[in-house]
């Protein structure tokens, strides 16, 4: 799938949310969904784990209850959704579950993607939704982000670490 302009729009508003969420202490991960006939941002979201102690509060799980607020429907088959780094399998479930039509993503997470990279959660036959994929729309960017945060993290607690993109 090619992106489009409007993913590429909505993509670098997921970065400045990433970019907020560092700020913040938080692993730099942003979230935008979208009608996608329209372009009208439903919800948007930035990983808040650390700010409120909560495990599930990923960028793309705010960012999905924000937008099904706003329809008032659990079923997002109309949106898209931009998020910085692959989801990982709480996300790619919760994806699927709200019906979401489409995801647009940034970076590719070896250590914990569940569109492609170590599983296929939001295209496997099995389940009862498959999503459309348009995977690697500014990973450049949305990588360099993720690395710099860790790279600034390891200096300041001394831990080489492990150098791949982790999961939120």
Same mark, same amino acid.
């Given at each position: 799938?090619?992106?489009?302009?409007?993913?590429? *729009?909505?993509?670098?508003?997921?970065?400045?949310?990433?970019? &907020? @969420?560092?700020?913040?202490? &938080?692993?730099?991960?942003?979230? /935008?969904? %979208? &009608?996608?006939?329209?372009?009208?941002? !439903?919800?948007?979201?930035?990983?808040?784990? &650390?700010?409120?102690?909560? +495990? =599930?509060?990923? @960028?793309?799980?705010?960012?999905?209850?924000?937008? =099904?607020?706003?329809?008032?429907? %659990?079923?997002? #088959?109309?949106?898209? !959704?931009?998020?910085?780094?692959?989801?990982?399998?709480?996300?790619?479930? !919760?994806? /699927? #579950?709200?019906?979401?039509?489409?995801?647009?993503?940034? *970076?590719?997470? +070896?250590?914990?993607?569940?569109?492609?990279?170590?599983?296929?959660?939001?295209?496997? *036959?099995?389940? #009862?939704?498959?999503?459309?994929? /348009?995977?690697?729309?500014?990973?450049?960017?949305?990588?360099?982000? !993720?690395?710099? $945060? $860790?790279?600034?993290?390891?200096?300041?607690?001394?831990? +080489?670490?492990?150098?791949?993109?982790?999961?939120?």
């Amino acid at each position: 799938m090619i992106a489009s302009d409007v993913d590429r *729009a909505m993509m670098l508003r997921a970065l400045d949310l990433a970019r &907020e @969420a560092a700020l913040h202490g &938080e692993v730099p991960v942003g979230a /935008v969904v %979208w &009608e996608t006939a329209t372009g009208r941002v !439903l919800g948007e979201g930035r990983n808040r784990r &650390e700010e409120d102690r909560d +495990p =599930s509060a990923h @960028a793309e799980h705010i960012a999905i209850l924000e937008a =099904s607020r706003a329809v008032g429907d %659990w079923r997002l #088959n109309h949106c898209s !959704l931009a998020v910085t780094l692959e989801p990982c399998p709480m996300c790619a479930g !919760l994806i /699927v #579950n709200a019906r979401v039509g489409r995801v647009v993503y940034g *970076a590719d997470d +070896p250590k914990a993607g569940a569109c492609r990279s170590l599983y296929e959660l939001t295209t496997d *036959a099995r389940l #009862n939704h498959r999503v459309e994929l /348009v995977p690697g729309v500014l990973a450049d960017e949305a990588g360099d982000l !993720l690395r710099a $945060f $860790f790279r600034a993290r390891r200096g300041k607690a001394g831990d +080489p670490g492990s150098g791949g993109l982790p999961c939120e």
